[in-house]
């Protein structure tokens, strides 16, 4: 199995005593304040990864001016995090795509010897831009993955099938009141291929549109992905999480889903912000050895929150509350 293993222990909090959930917060919550960096409104759905003798992230980072940006930042613990006062200033040999719009929702993923983040680019509408870094100093921006208009541009930690592959959401110009999970394949980054439907919404806490969240985890019963998921209601959207396990080899059937939710907007952070009643699950730390995995996900699109699970109870949670239709 191919799998990023960090540099020491991963942020961790144990369980609350009489507590059954298969995933609880960190009770320090939220981890990064809206304004950790001086022009920021808010600091939320971000990306981290660990990084030669601890963290570093890619994280979106709304200014005062509520413009979409993306900043790098560092961490020796996984929780206290300097992000850049700057944005990132990628680097690009082609001209027209060099100069987009807005970035937000990043993911990193390391693959092989190098760090690839995707995010929503602003380029003629949202679609999932490509970069990578060796250091998170210096950012190579690549083509573009899609067409516009795409969101939730979600990469593999390994390629499979021996092409790169990715998880997306087809969307459209706006807020999208739709959205199933597609994968994608490509040998080389800029030309992707081979679609295929992954899964689609359903009913309550998903049954509006989902999103691919961290980049998947590799384990022995399948590809572990936590994914979002939204219902309207009277007051709403109102943004949930849980988790499917997919084939390894054909990422694209589902083994199990979720029929309940992992977490829901419930505490004050998630329920009140600049977008009220949002948990929104961007990354996630494994640990392979102790099985302990740590998620760092945006809380009502405004702080970033973390939660914890270990692997083997989540797995099976998700199996024993599986329904696939």
């Not at 320090?28 to 992230?57: C, E, H, L, M, W």
């Not at 739709?178 to 689609?200: A, C, E, N, Q």
Request: aromatic letters at 16%; hydrophobic letters at 35%.
């Amino acid at each position: 199995m191919s799998t990023q293993t960090s540099p020491h222990t991963i942020p961790w909090e144990e369980k609350p005593a009489g507590s059954e959930d298969v995933i609880w917060r960190y009770s320090q919550n939220p981890i990064i304040k809206r304004d950790a960096i001086k022009n920021s409104n808010s600091i939320f759905n971000s990306a981290v990864v660990p990084f030669k003798d601890g963290y570093a992230g890619v994280f979106r980072c709304d200014d005062k001016r509520r413009e979409m940006g993306l900043h790098a930042g560092f961490s020796k613990d996984g929780v206290d995090w300097k992000i850049d006062e700057e944005p990132i200033r990628f680097q690009c040999s082609e001209e027209e795509i060099a100069d987009f719009e807005y970035g937000y929702d990043p993911r990193v993923c390391f693959i092989e010897d190098r760090y690839y983040v995707t995010w929503c680019n602003g380029y003629h509408g949202p679609t999932i831009g490509i970069a990578y870094t060796f250091d998170f100093k210096n950012f190579i921006q690549v083509e573009n993955a899609f067409l516009p208009y795409n969101r939730n541009g979600v990469l593999f930690p390994r390629k499979i099938n021996g092409n790169f592959a990715m998880l997306s959401r087809p969307s459209d110009t706006g807020h999208t009141a739709f959205g199933d999970i597609f994968y994608s394949d490509s040998p080389d980054l800029t030309y992707w291929g081979k679609h295929r439907f992954v899964m689609g919404p359903r009913g309550w806490w998903q049954s509006t549109k989902i999103g691919a969240g961290p980049v998947p985890i590799e384990t022995e019963e399948g590809w572990l992905l936590f994914y979002h998921g939204v219902l309207t209601s009277c007051n709403g959207y109102v943004y949930s999480f849980g988790a499917a396990i997919l084939d390894l080899e054909k990422p694209w059937i589902v083994k199990y889903r979720t029929e309940p939710y992992l977490l829901s907007p419930q505490k004050d952070y998630e329920c009140m912000g600049d977008v009220p009643n949002v948990v929104f699950p961007c990354a996630a730390l494994h640990e392979k050895e102790s099985g302990r995995i740590a998620i760092y996900y945006g809380c009502a699109d405004t702080v970033t929150g973390m939660c914890f699970a270990q692997e083997k109870p989540l797995i099976e949670f998700i199996k024993n509350n599986s329904k696939l239709k």
